[in-house]
């Protein structure tokens, strides 16, 4: 695959020039993973002052600016066109992208825990496996099949003191997690057709313009209902944070990472950010954890990753990490 083509040295180019820049590009990836493990904590705390569906109308007041931005620094005045027959396509991965995952997300994350939704949202991969197994494009082994049972037990472990304590709005939250992961799972799986035709900064760019129309109109009650004249600072750096650097430069950041080092190398590394986001809720949130709690997550992290790995050749599709809001 392109990704991985990239990750090999260029003809010519020193050896230790390309060990550099792997070594940066690890550096700056495991940056990313505490960004997008810290920024769960940071959106339940901005959805405490400006509620969730607040939190997504000023998100998509914002993101389709900075999308605006990109193309503009990127191809000045002349956007890239795209047939008429692939608007149709990116209007779909906007409404899956944007209105059904990240609004879903916004939601879960606010009615669970910043180190259960970071968990919940790393099982993405196993619906994009199921995705492609419906869809004909690839037969499961039997690592994959077991790695899916395994994650599946492991949720359920990491859900059994909520279901047990009845703490149903908590288990709502998760539950709406799962299904906010796998609208980002068929987003991975229709986006990359188009990527290969148009690039990976155009689609998204383009899906965020097309998308962020219905969040607003949808969102639009719950912005009116904000005095954002009257928020903190703090409120408005994490909302900052959240939109601009977690969600916007971080995927851009991502596909420059995945380009370097093979998305191959840099996949596993996503199985670090529920340790992260555990850790910044523990420590700021005062979030606590049970045995059974750590030990559910470990089983599903596990699930996960001998699914994504178990099968007979590696795929960009098939290893995209979990989307990370």
């Not at 939109?243 to 190398?265: D, E, K, P, T």
Request: charge should be positive; hydrophobic fraction near 55%.
């Amino acid at each position: 695959m392109a990704a991985e083509a990239d990750a090999a040295p260029a003809p010519g180019a020193p050896a230790d020039v390309h060990a550099a820049r792997q070594r940066r590009a690890l550096w700056i990836a495991l940056a990313l993973i505490v960004v997008w493990g810290t920024n769960f904590s940071v959106q339940k705390m901005v959805f405490e002052a400006t509620s969730p569906g607040g939190f997504l109308f000023a998100r998509y007041l914002i993101m389709p600016v900075a999308a605006a931005l990109l193309l503009c620094w990127r191809y000045g005045r002349r956007w890239p066109r795209v047939p008429r027959g692939d608007w149709m396509a990116l209007l779909k991965l906007g409404i899956a992208g944007h209105l059904l995952h990240v609004g879903l997300v916004t939601y879960g994350i606010h009615w669970s825990t910043a180190f259960s939704s970071s968990l919940i949202l790393g099982c993405g991969p196993l619906f994009t496996l199921l995705i492609l197994r419906a869809t004909g494009v690839e037969h499961l082994t039997r690592g994959q099949v077991a790695g899916v049972a395994v994650a599946l037990g492991g949720v359920l472990l990491f859900l059994s003191d909520k279901l047990l304590g009845a703490q149903w709005s908590a288990s709502a939250g998760d539950l709406v997690l799962l299904v906010a992961a796998s609208f980002f799972s068929y987003y991975t799986v229709a986006a990359k057709p188009l990527i290969e035709r148009h690039g990976g900064v155009v689609v998204m760019t383009y899906a965020v313009l097309l998308g962020s129309a219905p969040v607003v109109l949808v969102s639009l009650p719950a912005g009116l209902r904000v005095a954002w004249g009257e928020l903190p600072a703090g409120v408005w750096l994490g909302t900052l944070y959240a939109v601009l650097i977690s969600a916007f430069l971080g995927w851009l950041v991502w596909g420059w990472v995945n380009a370097v080092r093979g998305v191959a190398r840099s996949a596993p590394l996503m199985y670090l950010m529920p340790p992260v986001a555990g850790l910044v809720a523990w420590a700021v949130t005062g979030e606590r954890y049970t045995g059974i709690k750590l030990a559910g997550a470990a089983v599903t992290l596990a699930g996960v990753a001998l699914a994504q790995f178990g099968g007979p050749k590696r795929d960009p599709v098939r290893e995209a990490a979990a989307p990370v809001d």
